[in-house]
C-alpha cells in the first residue's frame, strides 16, 4: 500500500472533524443569538451578547476543528498538495447528515444529487491524482519558495486578494448606507469574503505540508529541526492558519453556513490546488489523460458543492457567481497544465 493511501485517509478522517467542528461552531452562533433573544425579555432595547467561548457547543467545535486540522497536518507528509486538497470536499457527505440531524434540514433529491456529483468527482481524484509526495531536504524548500514561477504566483494572488476586499468594503459600506436589501450586493459579499479568506488561508496548506514534510525528514535522516527555515514555516503557519479560523469564524456569524460554507471551500480548494501545482509542480506526473481525468474530477467535486445552495431565488444569483469562478478557476488550471505539458515535451 502507497503512502499516499494512508494520507488519503488520515485526510479523509480529517475533513469530516473540520466539517463536524464547522456546525459546531454554527451551533454556538446559534445558541447565543437565541439565548441574546430570550434574555432581552421583549424590549426594544440592544441587548449586549455574550462571548461565544461561554457556550460548550462552540468549545467543544473548537476543539474537533483543531483536532482535524492536526490529522490534516499530519496526512500532508505523505500525499500531494492537490489530492489532498481536492479531497477536503467529502466534508460535505458528512455535512448532510449534521445538518439533517442537527439544524433539521431536509434531504432532498437536489442534495442527494449533489453528493452524487462529489463522490463521484473524488473517485476520480484519488484515481488520477498525483500519487507521489517526496522528502524535500530545507535547501530544497527555501528554493522553492523562491523560484520566479511562485513570485509572480503570490503576486496575482496579492491582486486578486486586494481587488476583492475591495469590493467587499464597497458593498459593505452601500448596504450600510442604503439600507436597501440588494440581492446583488448580498451575494456578492459573502462570495467576496469568501475569496479573501481561501486565498490567504490556502497558504497556511503550503506551510503545512513543508512544516510535515521537515517532520517526516527528522524522523527518517535525524534532521534537526531548531533551525531558521523550520520557526520561518511555523510563524507562516500558525499566521495563516489563524487568519483562516478567524474569517471562517466571523464568516459562520455574518452569513447562512449553507451559502457561506460552499463558497468557502470551492476558494479554499481551488487556490489549494493551484498552490500546489506551482510550488511542489505536482502536474509533473500529468500525462493529457490524467490532467484531464482530474480536471473533471475536480469540475464534478465544484457541481455537487454549488449544487448545495439554497433553492431561493437568491440561489440563482449565487450559482451564477459559482459557475463564474469555477470557469475561471478551471480555464486557468487547464492552461496551465496545458502550458506544463507542452514545456515537458520541448524538454525532452
Not at 446559534?30 to 462571548?51: A, C, F, V
Not at 513543508?210 to 527518517?220: G, I, T, V, W
Amino acid at each position: 500500500m502507497g503512502e499516499w493511501v494512508i494520507g488519503a485517509f488520515i485526510n479523509l478522517v480529517g475533513s469530516i472533524a473540520i466539517n463536524f467542528g464547522t456546525n459546531l461552531l454554527k451551533l454556538g452562533h446559534i445558541e447565543r443569538e437565541k439565548h441574546s433573544t430570550l434574555d432581552s425579555d421583549g424590549t426594544n432595547g440592544k441587548h449586549s451578547l455574550k462571548p461565544i467561548v461561554h457556550y460548550h457547543s462552540w468549545r467543544v467545535g473548537i476543539l474537533v476543528f483543531l483536532l482535524g486540522n492536526c490529522l490534516n497536518f499530519i496526512s500532508f507528509g505523505y500525499a500531494a498538495q492537490s489530492l489532498l486538497a481536492a479531497l477536503g470536499s467529502v466534508q460535505f457527505v458528512s455535512n448532510i447528515a449534521f445538518s439533517y440531524f442537527v439544524f433539521n434540514k431536509m434531504v432532498t433529491v437536489k442534495v442527494l444529487v449533489a453528493t452524487a456529483f462529489i463522490v463521484l468527482g473524488n473517485i476520480f481524484l484519488v484515481s488520477f491524482g498525483n500519487h507521489q509526495s517526496p522528502v524535500y531536504t530545507p535547501e530544497q524548500l527555501a528554493e522553492k519558495y523562491s523560484n520566479i514561477t511562485f513570485l509572480v504566483y503570490c503576486l496575482i494572488l496579492i491582486f486578486i486578494v486586494a481587488i476583492y476586499h475591495y469590493i467587499y468594503r464597497k458593498g459593505e459600506n452601500l448596504l450600510a448606507v442604503s439600507g436597501q436589501d440588494n440581492r446583488y450586493w448580498r451575494m456578492l459579499l459573502p462570495f467576496s469574503y469568501a475569496i479573501v479568506s481561501g486565498a490567504v488561508g490556502s497558504f497556511s496548506v503550503l506551510f503545512a505540508k513543508s512544516l510535515s514534510n521537515l517532520l517526516r525528514l527528522a524522523m527518517s535522516n535525524g534532521y534537526q529541526l531548531h533551525s531558521w527555515f523550520t520557526y520561518s514555516m511555523l510563524l507562516l503557519f500558525f499566521s495563516t492558519a489563524g487568519f483562516w479560523m478567524a474569517r471562517l469564524n466571523e464568516g459562520l456569524s455574518l452569513f447562512d453556513a449553507i451559502l457561506i460554507v460552499p463558497m468557502f471551500q470551492i476558494a479554499w480548494t481551488s487556490f489549494s490546488i493551484c498552490t500546489g501545482f506551482v510550488y511542489f509542480q505536482e502536474y509533473q506526473v500529468f500525462d493529457a489523460l490524467r490532467a484531464t481525468m482530474f480536471i473533471l474530477g475536480t469540475a464534478s467535486v465544484f457541481i455537487g458543492i454549488s449544487l448545495l445552495a439554497p433553492d431561493e431565488s437568491k440561489g440563482i444569483l449565487m450559482s451564477s457567481l459559482l459557475r463564474s469562478i469555477i470557469s475561471e478557476i478551471w480555464t486557468r488550471t487547464y492552461s496551465l497544465n496545458f502550458q506544463v505539458v507542452r514545456l515537458k515535451t520541448i524538454h525532452l
